[in-house]
């Protein structure tokens, strides 16, 4: 269709979409949704700048109950599983779409790399017959924790794999001491936790960089931490705590060399002393998401910007029947990924993503991406209302939420047609 072609279209589809649209929320919510009966748990995992979302899919159907899945331009779609597993899931992704994450096997469970339609097996240390993935960055470097062998109580270590696995180690090199590598960022930094020497069942947030593992601290008076993300500025987010108690956890920040406390979220309320919060990610603007316990004892998911916090409760529609709990992931153009718990079907848990009114880097309506709203826009804007896999390939790189959901209210099609003629015009 030539480009007059593409503009006639759009117009006489705008007619159509005029009939049924709706005023759009500040921020856009978008239902990932499910693949079909008998899957009533979807939960998100992680989130590149591309708007893409790993998901754990949960089906109650056969006896491959668990799907890695992702959600890319408007769909979701179970992963290629590694050759006999039980089940798998990815939980970390890439702005290449590289993702890591892990498949079961019975008693066993491997870490893989899904990268260029490969599913690649990234091994265990030693003779370790469980390994998890957490973590990914630019270069698909990955990073997670292993068990050393299979007896009854073995040491589980961090590991990198930089194209074979590397053992992290622990941060004073004993004998019976665990670590975990939870994230990694571009420039190869890792963060996650190691005991300490004859300190069993307390654990301080480390990072290793320059084959060094540093000690990150603790919040004063605790002797418990971890860190679980680092942005590709060094900020690095986790938790600290007296003891590992849930209910005892503070939120913090790690950055310029000092420790931050940003939680709780409200002073606790008698018989409460205290309201747990808890870090899950950060973005190169130092935003931070994550979850707290406001009154009356409810857990809410928060952003934390400009050292305020925002309730997901503010960022979605009033009557929203979704409580989004668990705010996992958060990218550079502000976009949050999300899992939610029905508020009365209690045991339905679906993922989402909140879009804000205007993306980082990805304005609305440039539906090539090229740093314009322009003529130039018309075929790919079409091509994504009607050949998807065709706009996928040619514009990858796009943000297909932030640059195409022009009306906001969640989803791509007919309805975004009259606002992008709109901003076409210069309105």
Not at 143 to 163: I, Q
Not at 276 to 285: G, L
Request: charged content about 15%; glycine content about 12%.
């Amino acid at each position: 269709m030539n480009p007059v072609g593409q503009l006639t279209y759009l117009l006489i589809c705008s007619v159509v979409a005029l009939t049924g649209e709706s005023a759009a929320q500040e921020w856009a919510v978008t239902d990932l949704g499910d693949l079909g009966p008998g899957s009533e748990f979807v939960a998100a995992y992680d989130l590149n700048n591309r708007g893409q979302v790993t998901v754990d899919c949960l089906v109650y159907v056969g006896n491959d109950p668990t799907l890695g899945c992702l959600w890319s331009h408007g769909q979701l779609q179970a992963l290629p599983e590694p050759s006999g597993a039980r089940s798998a899931r990815a939980r970390a992704i890439n702005d290449a779409g590289d993702m890591a994450g892990d498949a079961n096997y019975a008693a066993d469970t491997f870490p893989y790399l899904w990268t260029n339609g490969q599913v690649i097996s990234l091994g265990t240390l030693g003779t370790g017959r469980v390994a998890v993935a957490f973590g990914i960055n630019a270069s698909a470097q990955v990073v997670g924790a292993s068990l050393l062998d299979d007896s009854p109580f073995p040491e589980a270590h961090a590991f990198l794999w930089n194209d074979s696995l590397i053992d992290l180690g622990t941060f004073t090199g004993g004998s019976t001491e665990d670590s975990v590598a939870y994230d990694i960022n571009d420039d190869g930094v890792i963060v996650g936790s190691s005991q300490r020497a004859n300190q069993s069942g307390y654990t301080i947030a480390v990072m290793w960089q320059d084959g060094q593992i540093v000690d990150l601290g603790a919040l004063p008076g605790d002797r418990w931490s971890e860190a679980v993300a680092i942005n590709n500025l060094g900020q690095i987010v986790g938790t600290s705590a007296q003891t590992y108690d849930a209910n005892g956890k503070d939120a913090v920040l790690w950055s310029d060399g000092q420790i931050i406390q940003i939680g709780p979220l409200e002073p606790p309320t008698p018989p409460y002393s205290h309201f747990f919060s808890e870090c899950f990610d950060i973005n190169d603007f130092g935003e931070i998401v994550g979850r707290g316990i406001v009154n009356p004892y409810l857990t809410v998911g928060f952003l934390w910007r400009n050292g305020e916090f925002t309730l997901t409760t503010e960022l979605v529609p009033s009557g929203f029947e979704w409580r989004l709990v668990n705010p996992v992931a958060i990218n550079n153009a502000g976009q949050i990924a999300c899992t939610g718990i029905h508020s009365i079907e209690t045991w339905r848990v679906r993922a989402f993503v909140l879009t804000p009114p205007e993306c980082r880097g990805f304005p609305r309506g440039d539906a090539n991406c090229d740093g314009a709203i322009d003529n130039f826009d018309i075929d790919p804007f079409v091509d994504a209302l009607t050949n998807v896999d065709r706009y996928a390939a040619e514009h990858g790189a796009c943000n297909w939420l932030c640059n195409l959901d022009i009306n906001r209210d969640g989803v791509v099609n007919n309805f975004d047609i009259d606002p992008f003629v709109m901003l076409l015009a210069g309105g």
